[in-house]
């Protein structure tokens, strides 16, 4: 692809969105949503157009930003099958949640607002998934977040809408100040920051430092939190950021970076990613909030993938970034279809939707299966992909205790299906828990198009035509196709899997799905539910650990610096002032006295003169000698 | 010629002002509006007119000024040498730019204004006159004359404790006037001024034939004690005192460094001493306390002057003299300085984070961004000292429409604690969006200068062979507090529901004015931020040339 109409095709995918946020923020009411679907639309056509026209990856250097003494940062595309493929996918989604939020935010004044921030989330990404060097990256990466922090707070009138933007915000600049601690660290050890050189292994501390973006933006243990509270932002940003592209960013980012990871800095990541999917799984189970549920999912599913980037399998993780993004923007929009009949968010006032909302009902229900591993849906291929590579990585360690990332995982995802059944048993089945006032019915057409259509793609034919292995299927072409680096998992490229790996598999799938439907919660304020709740506490744990003992270390360095370093300046201050009173004492007592004392003497003396030689110039002249000498004696 | 006239003609407008009758008092503030556009446009030519290619002095004049018979030690000799080199250039557009700013946000100004606007042009000139001079004795001038208009800007138009921070601004200041002052004397007994010692000696019988193996004649000459004291030539002349050559074998401060007062070297207690001086201009932690009081007693316009050109003459100072003059001492105590600018990082950023009141936020977010500054020149990389010059011109810029946001409130209710205003978004959607660009710009969003300038210093003290690696990494904390003070003050400020102390009709969008001032400044934050070349352009080569005297020793 070292054609130049390429090239520009990718410049103007990359400049379209950030033009539109301008056009579309100062364009009216009616006008922002259209324009800014079909800047999108045209985005989607060329990034269609460049991923079909190309033969291999390409690095086009469009320009310099920077140079200066020996350093260059030049601002280039790294277009590869990994780009490829979510450059498509970011921009689908994001036309489809856009097409559904003409419908959905109908009745809000500031549409121009809301698709503007869109665009600015478009072009960023587009950014990060085209950005040939770490710290254009890392440029990018940040201004998703703004683009996140602003789509959150879109509600800037809610008081909760507001922290969470804060908090999604903060939550990602420490993660973003590992990131860039890493990219500074690498400069120094490989002398460039471009990803076509970065081929090498480097030490595993720069690697986890590096991680540390990924911990932020995709939300892994210990930095979760800002995930559940960022479903405060209206439903389709949630599916489009915070389900199915932003939070990828970091699946990608690993990618990316993979030739970095040592074993070591992977053997972290893959239990890092392992803790987050067991942790959002527990976390989703007994939640209320219908977007919570789906928020910790993401988490779970989004600490898969780590998982699945930690034992080596790029083409596993990168896959279930894919299928993921699909059935979860589903489930989100869809759960957006059932606020928007309910005007509620909380499962406990739903239940036999499936009757008043049946089309709404089979999409999520096909989406929640995709989620689930259930086989003939695309999620099952790529998360057995996934358990095939933990499995093989784990046969590949020296400790057997490699065997607890598999094991863990395949309960994770048998916990998928327990908490997906609950949901759908809760919102759709049984007898309507709603008020008596409400009528639930089938949304509009723009809002259940979108729905249907990513339930549609949920099915395994689009991925792969055998039902159950994505071997060979075209995404695992594509996504071989300019990976950087060679250590990839060779069991997990040769999709060596177990035989009992699908029955099993299946299995828990079935157990949990069953368990999900037939269980019911236990009490709320029991310790498992609390602690699902709050999802173990974590929030609290940090406020605890690190929120408070800022502030309060921020508050007491204030007192300290008006108290004891301004004191000590004032006490400084005063005591010279002190000191000038206690000179100007002496001065006014002592040497006044003794120079007044001088002029006295001197003066009797040219008094006696005067009066015994009775001549003038004598006298003086006498009576300056004597002061003179009476002077140097005061000074010697 | 340009550079003078960037001095003299605000002088002279400051004069023209004092002079005028009474009855032209409404023309004041168009004089000192036409004066500094003129500045603008003045610096506009001054950057054309410089090549961004050579790294030394360039728009030199020179003139003889005063020369001082020693006796047997030699004579001195002061020139008025005004020249900029890639150094000093983007801090004199800087401060033409912000200089216009204050001008156009001082236009509400009513009392006193004859006072006022002289005032304002005096410090103008004598601004431009730090950035530009090239004689410490003319340097030193323009330094302390910039007090005294500044201290009555404080201590005339202030807020209700005017006079305890203009007086401590003043004494703060002069505590390191007078350390300066103690090295500039000792300096120019130490060094010798090549040219007119070879004049004096009558090696040269015209200062045209002194090339560079006359000058290499005169130093070995010097070296050996050949030269007899009296004829020796001593000078204030930057360019000479930069050069080890020419430095008195026995003088106090040789660079031999055998004078030991305290059992330390004189050169190096004389760094610390113009360090220490600087430093509180710049300022340091633990020499910044003056810096909050005079921000949150100072009227809008002086803050904006004070945070956006006077705190960059102390990371001037830095280059141009306490590390220009004592590389040994930037080189020996790179990491406690490094050091002092991570401790100003985390220390500001954590005192900021505890403010209720928004200018104080503001005054110790530039305590913590001016850290930024001393780790990169202490890291003496290129990126670092680049990344340090452009950090001071982000600064400049986004620190002036920090402090215009803070006076939008203050100007409409004279109250600038956060938790008296919330929801500001639904009433002042203008005046939100650029404070949240500004907020965003500060805290180091890419796109903006404010990024560039952290992560260049942040690279250049990482690449850096005299600090550690966790110094870097204590650093990077900074950005994450950035964003914690900031966002913590947007929150509280301007979103949920709309509450405020006053009435809402005391709360208008901002007027024109205020967005004339605020847009352009946005503008110019996200051009330099996309653009960075602009700067390093003009930087890189001096630069290059300022490092080579650290390779040397």
Request: hydrophobic residues 55%.
């Amino acid at each position: 692809m070292h054609d130049p109409l390429a090239t520009t095709l990718l410049t103007l995918i990359l400049l379209l969105p950030f033009a539109g946020f301008l056009g579309v923020r100062m364009s009216s009411r009616q006008v922002a949503g259209p324009l800014a679907i079909v800047l999108t639309g045209i985005g989607l056509l060329l990034s269609g157009v460049v991923l079909v026209g190309t033969t291999g990856p390409a690095v086009p250097i469009l320009a310099e930003w920077l140079n200066m003494s020996g350093v260059s940062i030049p601002i280039g595309f790294r277009y590869d099958g990994p780009t490829a493929i979510i450059l498509v996918l970011a921009h689908f989604v994001a036309l489809l949640v856009q097409i559904y939020s003409l419908s959905y935010l109908d009745a809000d004044a500031d549409k121009p607002r809301y698709f503007g921030y869109l665009q600015l989330f478009v072009g960023a990404k587009a950014g990060i998934l085209l950005a040939s060097n770490l710290i254009v990256m890392y440029a990018f990466w940040e201004l998703v977040g703004l683009a996140s922090y602003l789509l959150i707070g879109f509600w800037y009138e809610k008081p909760q809408a507001a922290r969470a933007a804060q908090k999604a915000f903060l939550y990602n600049r420490v993660g973003d100040v590992g990131f860039l601690i890493g990219i500074l660290l690498t400069y120094r050890i490989f002398g460039t920051v471009e990803f076509a050189q970065l081929t090498a292994e480097a030490p595993t501390v720069v690697g986890l430092l590096l991680f540390m973006g990924c911990m932020g933006k995709s939300a892994q243990f210990p930095l979760i939190g800002w995930l559940p509270d960022a479903m405060e932002g209206p439903t389709p940003v949630s599916a489009l950021l915070h389900a199915a592209t932003m939070v990828a960013a970091g699946i990608f980012l690993l990618a990316r970076i993979h030739p970095l990871l040592s074993p070591d800095a992977l053997v972290v990541i893959a239990l890092i990613g392992t803790v987050t999917t067991l942790w959002g799984g527990y976390s989703a189970l007994f939640q209320t909030d219908i977007k919570k549920v789906l928020a910790f999912s993401t988490v779970s599913q989004l600490g898969l993938m780590v998982a699945a980037m930690g034992t080596d399998n790029l083409n596993g993780g990168l896959f279930h970034l894919l299928t993921h993004a699909f059935f979860k923007a589903g489930l989100f929009l869809g759960a957006g279809a059932v606020i928007h009949a309910l005007h509620t968010q909380d499962m406990r006032q739903m239940g036999g939707l499936r009757r008043s909302m049946p089309v709404t009902f089979w999409a999520y229900t096909i989406c929640a299966a995709a989620l689930a591993g259930v086989p003939f849906l695309s999620g099952f291929l790529s998360k057995e992909s996934i358990l095939a590579g933990a499995f093989a990585w784990a046969s590949g360690q020296h400790s057997p205790l490699a065997y607890g990332i598999p094991v863990a995982l395949l309960l994770s995802s048998g916990l998928t299906a327990l908490y997906m059944a609950r949901q759908v048993r809760l919102v759709f089945l049984g007898e309507s828990h709603a008020p008596t006032q409400a009528h639930p019915h089938e949304p509009d057409r723009l809002l259940l198009g979108p729905v249907v259509l990513l339930a549609v793609l949920s099915a395994w034919v689009w991925f792969a035509l055998n039902p159950l292995s994505a071997h060979g299927s075209w995404p695992d072409t594509l996504f071989s196709a300019g990976q950087l680096g060679q250590p990839v998992n060779p069991a997990a490229a040769a999709h060596i899997v177990p035989v009992w790996l699908a029955p099993l598999s299946i299995a828990l799938v079935l157990l949990g799905g069953w368990l999900g439907f037939r269980l019911r919660d236990p009490a709320p304020d029991q310790l498992v539910v609390r602690a699902s709740v709050q999802y173990g506490f974590l929030d609290e744990f940090l406020n605890w650990l690190v929120v408070k003992p800022v502030v309060r270390l921020a508050h007491g360095l204030y007192r300290a610096d008006t108290r004891v370093v301004d004191g000590a300046v004032n006490g400084g201050g005063i005591g010279v002032v002190v000191l000038a009173h206690i000179a100007s004492a002496v001065d006014r007592f002592g040497v006044d006295g003794v120079v007044n004392g001088g002029a006295w003497l001197a003066n009797r003396l040219g008094g006696l003169t005067r009066s015994v030689g009775g001549g003038r110039v004598q006298s003086y002249i006498t009576a300056a000698v004597v002061g003179l000498l009476l002077l140097i004696w005061w000074l010697v | 010629m340009l550079l003078s006239l960037l001095i003299f003609l605000p002088l002279v407008g400051a004069l023209v002002i004092a002079l005028l009758p009474d009855t032209l008092r409404p023309q004041f503030r168009l004089i000192a509006l036409g004066v500094t556009v003129a500045e603008l446009f003045i610096s506009g030519l001054v950057y054309a007119a410089f090549d961004p290619a050579n790294p030394g002095y360039q728009l030199l004049q020179q003139t003889d000024w005063i020369t001082l018979a020693l006796g047997s030690i030699g004579s001195v000799s002061i020139d008025y040498l005004v020249g900029i080199d890639g150094i000093s250039l983007p801090l004199v557009i800087l401060s033409a730019v912000v200089m216009l700013v204050g001008v156009v946000s001082s236009w509400n100004i009513v009392e006193r204004q004859r006072a006022y606007f002289s005032l304002y042009l005096l410090l103008t000139g004598t601004v431009m006159g730090c950035f530009v001079a090239l004689d410490f004795f003319l340097f030193f001038l323009f330094f302390e004359f910039m007090l005294l208009p500044m201290y009555f800007l404080i201590g005339l138009w202030g807020g209700p404790r005017r006079e305890y921070a203009s007086i401590k601004f003043f004494l703060y200041t002069l505590l390191g006037s007078v350390l300066i002052l103690l090295v500039m004397i000792g300096l120019s007994m130490s060094v010798m001024d090549p040219v007119s010692t070879a004049l004096a000696t009558g090696l040269i019988n015209s200062p045209e034939l002194a090339d560079t193996n006359i000058i290499r004649l005169v130093q070995a000459q010097l070296a050996n004690g050949q030269i007899d004291p009296g004829q020796l030539v001593h000078t204030f002349d930057f360019r000479y005192l930069s050069d080890g050559g020419n430095y008195l074998p026995s003088a106090f401060l040789s660079v031999s460094g055998e004078t030991l007062p305290l059992g330390i070297p004189a050169r190096m207690l004389a760094f610390w001493a113009v360090f220490i001086g600087f430093a509180i201009k710049l300022p340091i932690v633990p020499l910044h306390t003056w810096l909050p009081d005079a921000h949150v007693e100072a009227p809008t316009p002086v803050s904006v002057v004070l945070a956006g050109v006077l705190l960059k003459i102390g990371g001037y100072g830095f280059l141009r003299i306490a590390w220009g003059f004592f590389p040994d001492g930037g080189a020996e105590y790179a990491r406690v300085l490094a050091g002092l600018g991570v401790l100003s990082i985390i220390y500001g950023g954590l005192n900021a984070l505890a403010q209720n009141d928004v200018k104080k936020m503001i005054a110790y977010s530039s305590v913590s961004h001016m850290g930024f500054v001393l780790l990169g020149v202490a890291a003496l990389t290129p990126e670092g000292i680049n990344g340090a010059i452009y950090q001071m011109v982000s600064h400049g810029v986004l620190s002036a429409m920090l402090f215009l946001i803070a006076g939008v409130v203050y100007d409409r209710t004279h109250d600038r604690r956060i938790d008296s205003y919330r929801g500001l978004n639904k009433t002042m959607p203008q005046y939100a969006t650029l404070t949240t660009i500004a907020f965003f710009g500060s805290l180091g969003l890419p796109g903006f200068s404010g990024f560039v300038g952290e992560l260049f210093t942040l690279m250049g003290s990482m690449q850096s062979a005299w600090l550690p690696g966790w110094f870097t990494a204590a650093a990077t904390l900074g950005i994450a507090l950035a964003a914690g003070y900031f966002l913590w003050t947007l929150q509280r400020m301007f979103f949920g529901p709309y509450w405020s102390r006053h009435e809402a009709s005391a709360l208008p969008d901002l007027t024109p004015r205020e967005r004339l001032l605020l847009i352009p400044l946005g503008l110019l934050a996200l051009v330099l931020g996309l653009f960075p070349n602009l700067i390093f352009d003009l930087t890189h080569a001096s630069v290059g040339e300022w490092l080579k005297r650290f390779l040397v020793s």
